[in-house]
């Protein structure tokens, strides 16, 4: 029997998969989830379950939170990166660490394939494939959704003739949650003009009493809210989604341009993310140069892209994650956080290394370190050669 890695999420398009693999193609089939942070210890008991159920010889979870920080949410966060100023790459960044460390595991067992539930229209189907070809360029990829242009309801309705129930209700929203953000995908985010309801969010806003909050940040990266610090960014990520999430803050809708050349529309929720991006940019407006700050916008905005397009294993992506890395020497201190329904305001910053300084002036009212006479030389040197050329065009 040929052996056959699944990417296995318990999901319909994964669950369709494994009885394909396992009792039509009478394939050895080896199920793995990978968890990014967005599975609790029962979710994944029901998963191992249901993949045994459903024809799986085997099951495996693999934790790659703390790898998927180190490898790529840390210098989402040292790039501030937003895709198209709004999306976080909850999905995006989560898939290339779940593609790789499958890859790693069908190498560990010596199987003949790989196998995933993407469909043919998305994004994840180039990010995983791209990253099994790359890895282990001698395992087939299998893709059935993908080649056999499955509806859901097809799937459901195959799912049915061989035994296993699976609700049409629980099938109308697609949601990938990670630790890095949640995504939901529905009939309304197939339209340009459709907004989620707020049954389909999946935290519900529970708080509706305003919370004021301090995020410790060391080298760019959080390590305490309020009094609490934390071993690992990655459990106070999670923290911080426990904190923010149930006031509704994070939510929105993603319009983007797909891998594939189409427009794409998904909804998520990303309270941690949000905030702290935004947090640590402000605590970097006030610590790093301009010069600093605008190279960091021009190669943040190249890695997001690249990253959104599943070429994490590009070397220019280690250079510049170099150079992030370089920029976060001083990015430290406390920034201050205030939360509502609906909203997070960052209402300021206390850091050792601030530039904005009193020692050398108040912006608009006074000035320690020069004077009025080094300010007029200055101007007329600094404007000299724009000066020289409208005199020279009689302008």
């Not at 097809?154 to 099938?171: D, P, T, W």
């Not at 594939?260 to 140069?289: D, M, N, S």
Request: proline share 3%.
């Amino acid at each position: 029997m040929k052996k056959v890695v699944l990417a296995f999420s318990g999901g319909l398009d994964t669950s369709y998969c494994a009885v394909y693999l396992s009792k039509v193609k009478n394939m050895e089939v080896h199920a793995v989830t990978v968890d990014t942070g967005g599975f609790s210890k029962e979710e994944l008991v029901q998963i191992e379950q249901r993949a045994l159920a459903l024809g799986a010889k085997s099951y495996r979870c693999i934790n790659e939170i703390d790898n998927y920080y180190e490898s790529c949410i840390k210098y989402l966060i040292f790039g501030n990166i937003l895709k198209n100023n709004t999306y976080p790459l909850s999905v995006s960044a989560e898939r290339i660490a779940q593609a790789m460390a499958i890859a790693t595991f069908a190498k560990e067992i010596g199987a003949d394939a790989i196998a995933h539930g993407s469909t043919g229209a998305g994004n994840d189907q180039v990010r995983f494939d791209m990253v099994f070809q790359i890895m282990v360029p001698e395992v087939e990829i299998i893709t059935p959704i993908r080649d056999m242009k499955l509806s859901r309801e097809a799937e459901i309705e195959f799912l049915a003739e061989h035994g296993v129930v699976y609700s049409a209700e629980k099938a109308k929203y697609s949601i990938n949650k990670g630790i890095w953000g949640t995504s939901v995908g529905g009939a309304e985010t197939l339209t340009s003009h459709g907004f989620l309801p707020e049954s389909a969010w999946p935290t519900q806003v529970t708080k509706t009493e305003p919370e004021n909050i301090v995020l410790h940040f060391e080298n760019g990266e959080l390590k305490g809210i309020n009094d609490e610090k934390f071993a690992k960014p990655s459990a106070a990520i999670l923290a911080l989604t426990a904190i923010a999430a149930p006031f509704g803050i994070g939510r929105d809708i993603h319009i983007g341009d797909t891998i594939i050349g189409i427009k794409g529309r998904v909804g998520f929720e990303a309270a941690a993310p949000l905030i702290i991006i935004k947090a640590h940019h402000t605590l970097e407006k006030h610590v790093l140069t301009k010069w600093q700050l605008y190279w960091k916008d021009q190669l943040s905005m190249f890695y997001g892209n690249w990253l959104h397009e599943g070429q994490l294993l590009d070397p220019t992506m280690r250079d510049i994650e170099a150079f992030l890395q370089s920029t976060q020497k001083f990015v430290s201190g406390k920034v201050f956080v205030s939360l509502k329904p609906y909203q997070y305001i960052v209402t300021g910053i206390e850091s050792d290394h601030d530039l904005m300084s009193a020692k050398f002036g108040s912006y608009g009212e006074m000035n320690n370190a020069w004077t009025g006479e080094d300010v007029k030389g200055f101007t007329k040197i600094f404007g000299n050669q724009v000066s020289i050329y409208h005199k020279v065009n009689n302008l």
